[in-house]
């Protein structure tokens, strides 16, 4: 996707940041200038941020039925989402992969994943722990509409229907005609993801969108007694078909996009999708994600439906070692995450799973006890959820540059002013001097801050941490770090900054800022 004029002079100039270079040899310092304006756009709403999840990965996550729920996980997703009911997806790749067994049947030869009532128990508990409104792919691949049909009413009944915001039919059908739905081997099936064997695929190659409309509007009549959601694409030719769906007495009700900043399966190094550190930290990775698709969005809207990127993360493909498992994750979620608001995003799930180069979290357990690693990604989300509190209203922001660092702020309902600063360098700090309107008080700093982009651990905002593992969900006081909260004073009415290299900070102001 490719930045239009229009967002390259707007959404780039109008949501910026400052930077100052200081190389480590040079005591060189550019001094930018950052204002802060009136309300724009929508409110941020409570569940806009939620986490994507695969329909494999829950029991690891949760917990298996008769035990309680990891409240490791729930603590980690009170983090996110304080206020609300969090909307969690349960779907992806594995939505077509999974099915709800039915006696006498045969298993669809691309399945790899079997529901149980033991499996529903499990979500079931997890929702009512956190009081989730969940998102449920239903298989659409297998083409087989009674299998989906029959899925779709189990998964209904034995969840419940108040947990669940919408079903969705399939996922990414794009790649239908382009990954295997299953291989073959001396005449026998195995699973798709083998590197041996013959592929097969489930739709030709010919498969476009006005197929998987079709397909899509017969899945509308089976799936009775919810809304709906989709198409859950990442093409722009694939969504523009969603329209004929869009009407004020719809079932779809949710609008849904996939997006990643980079591409795991481009191997050209000169390529601005390759999948490495500086490309994750360009404006073309964060700004770039509803590139081609606002008029669907204004759609969307215009017939009550809501618009959410239901599954989102810095590089597709299942990400990248050295890329997306570092700090420089987390400084591109945050820029990414208001960026996509400006453009009318209702709601993001950040996608993760066990084991994951983009994962947001691992759990185990030890002696009988719940812990979790928390990656640096996760870090940008709680800072973002700091920035943007539930109810807040993005800022107009106007910058003298935009080179390697972003601003971003909002005006919460408790009627404070927060300063979003993101230093996006890998090797210069930044000074910036910001004016927020006619605010004279001191106001709160806190950093988020690691070793360097690359760093996979050590991450700390506000000086706390999660540490090596964390037994609790909880940030605490970093053992080697210096306090990370400071307050800062204003010199006629401009608050003046430096961040380190690859850092963020969150500037905090007042009532009446």
């Known amino acids: 996707m490719l930045v239009t004029a229009r967002r390259t002079a707007a959404a780039l100039g ?9 190389g480590s040899a040079a005591a060189r310092a550019a001094v930018f200038h950052v204002s802060v304006g009136a309300p724009q756009g929508r409110r941020i709403a409570p569940d806009y941020l939620g986490l994507a999840l695969e329909y494999r990965s829950l029991p690891g996550f949760v917990g298996s039925r008769g035990a309680a729920v990891n409240p490791v996980l729930t603590q980690l997703i009170h983090n996110l989402v304080p206020r609300g009911r969090p909307v969690l997806r349960i779907g992806g790749q594995s939505t077509d992969r999974t099915w709800w067994p039915v006696r006498g049947t045969r298993r669809p030869l691309g399945v790899t994943y079997s529901l149980t009532p033991r499996w529903t128990a499990s979500v079931r508990a997890l929702a009512q722990a956190v009081n ?27 969840i419940g229907p108040g947990y669940i915001a919408a079903l969705e039919p399939g996922n990414e059908p794009e790649l239908y005609p382009e990954t295997p ?4 081997l001396h005449g026998a099936p195995i699973p798709w993801y083998s590197h041996d064997g013959v592929p097969v695929y489930a739709r030709p190659r010919k498969y476009g969108p006005s197929e998987f409309y079709g397909e899509f509007s017969r899945a509308l009549g089976l799936l009775r007694g919810l809304p709906v959601a989709g198409p859950s694409v990442g093409r722009v030719p694939w969504l523009d078909g969603v329209s004929r769906f869009l009407a004020p007495s719809s079932r779809v009700k949710m609008v849904t996009w996939h997006a990643y900043g980079l591409n795991q399966c481009v191997t050209d190094r000169s390529s601005p999708a390759y999948p490495s550190v500086p490309n994750l930290l360009s404006l073309r990775a964060s700004r770039n994600l509803m590139d081609g698709i606002s008029p669907v969005v204004a759609r969307s809207h215009g017939v009550g439906a809501t618009f959410r990127i239901d599954e989102m993360n810095s590089v597709t493909c299942n990400g990248r070692i050295g890329v997306s498992d570092t700090f420089a994750s987390a400084l ?5 995450l208001f960026a996509v608001a400006t453009d009318g995003v209702d709601g993001v799930n950040i996608h993760t799973f066990d084991e994951a180069a983009n994962g947001l979290f691992d759990f185990d357990r030890v002696a009988g006890q719940w812990q979790a690693i928390v990656h640096p990604l996760y870090y940008g989300l709680m800072m973002f959820a700091q920035a943007a509190p539930s109810g ?6 106007t910058s003298d540059a ?20 993101i230093n996006d360098s890998l090797r210069d700090r930044a000074t910036v001097e910001v004016r927020a309107g ?7 700093l806190s950093w988020l801050q690691a070793r360097s982009a690359y760093a996979k651990q050590g991450v700390t905002l506000g000086g706390a941490s999660f540490g090596a593992r964390t037994a609790t969900g909880v940030l605490a006081p970093a053992r080697v770090a210096p306090a990370r909260v400071a307050i800062v004073a204003p010199h006629a009415g401009v608050y003046r900054v430096t961040l380190p290299a690859a850092s963020a900070a969150l500037v905090t102001l007042g009532p009446g800022a």
């Open 402 to 421: 935009q080179d390697h660092v972003r601003a971003w702020a909002t005006r919460g309902p408790d009627h404070r002013t927060r300063v979003l600063l």
């Open 181 to 184: 739905w299953y291989r073959t």
């Open 132 to 158: 989730a409104r969940l998102i449920l792919g239903v298989g659409l691949e297998a083409n087989r509409p009674s299998l989906a049909a029959t899925e779709a009413r189990q998964l209904v009944s034995r």
């Open 14 to 22: 109008a949501a910026a940041l400052l930077l100052a270079a200081t």
């Open 332 to 336: 591109w979620v945050m820029d990414a």
């Open 392 to 397: 807040s209203r993005l800022l107009r922001i």
């Open 438 to 444: 006619a605010a004279t008080g001191r106001a709160s």
